[in-house]
């Protein structure tokens, strides 16, 4: 059974400042996505991801796939406040044989708050 | 263009009573699935609808719940005697294909007291 885990589940960081959400998932996948929540609203596709080494750039956010380590990261540099939300990654469930679904599996999710 | 809407936003309901809740994909989007986020889950996937192809119902967590999508296009969610465990936000989400990138709807709120 594909488990995706994310951490941290919070995470609180300065303007300014840098970090990464973590995204690990326990079984294999041809495509990995990053999405971000405002609170109350629906989600907003940032990356999709699909391939071993695929890194995508969009402003301040930074996104890796590395397919062996079965591990994802979402780089944020020079957090502003506009970037607070609670961001998930999704895997792609893959069906016993091998072949993609496109039934997303998503992780816990990690609530960024980033202070002034 | 327009994106994928649902309907009802805000749903509260008595324990035991039954629940529709719609989705209207982006026009021409194939597929469709249906998806549930509550506090204690977190996201969920319930249901997928690709063309007319048999669903996937593998995520639906019990009998209590169904789903139909007519003409390929608009899908109802029904669920009957509905316990507070079932109060979550549903999440639709429309796509060109089956390998396609997933657009969600705003979702609905349901409030079983």
């Known amino acids: 059974e594909l488990k995706v885990e994310q951490n941290p589940l919070f995470l609180s960081m300065q303007e300014g400042k840098n970090y990464t959400i973590y995204c690990n998932y326990s079984t294999t996948s041809d495509r990995l996505y990053w999405y971000r929540q405002d609170p109350g609203k629906s989600l907003e596709s940032l990356f999709v991801?699909?391939?071993?080494?695929a890194v995508k750039q969009e402003g301040r956010l930074m996104a890796s796939l590395d397919t062996k380590a079965r591990l994802s990261t979402l780089h944020i540099t020079a957090a502003v406040h506009d970037l607070s939300a609670t961001y998930f990654c999704a895997v792609v469930h893959l069906s016993l044989y091998g072949g993609a679904t496109n039934k997303l599996i998503f992780g816990t999710g990690t609530l960024l708050a980033v202070q002034p | 263009g327009a994106g994928v809407s649902q309907s009802p936003s805000n749903k509260v309901t008595e324990k035991g009573k039954d629940v529709e809740l719609r989705c209207d994909p982006i026009s021409g989007h194939t597929a469709l699935y249906w998806y549930r986020q509550s506090l204690g889950q977190g996201l969920e996937f319930l249901i997928y609808?690709?063309?007319?192809?048999?669903?996937?119902k593998s995520g639906l967590p019990s009998d209590r719940f169904s789903a139909e999508r007519t003409g390929g296009s608009v899908s109802t969610l029904t669920i009957q005697r509905t316990q507070q465990e079932d109060s979550a936000v549903y999440l639709c989400?429309?796509?060109?294909?089956?390998?396609?990138?997933?657009?969600f709807g705003p979702g609905t709120r349901l409030t079983v007291t």
């Open positions: 609808f690709q063309g007319n192809s048999a669903p996937d």
């Open positions: 989400a429309s796509s060109r294909g089956w390998d396609y990138e997933q657009y």
């Open positions: 991801l699909l391939s071993n080494g």
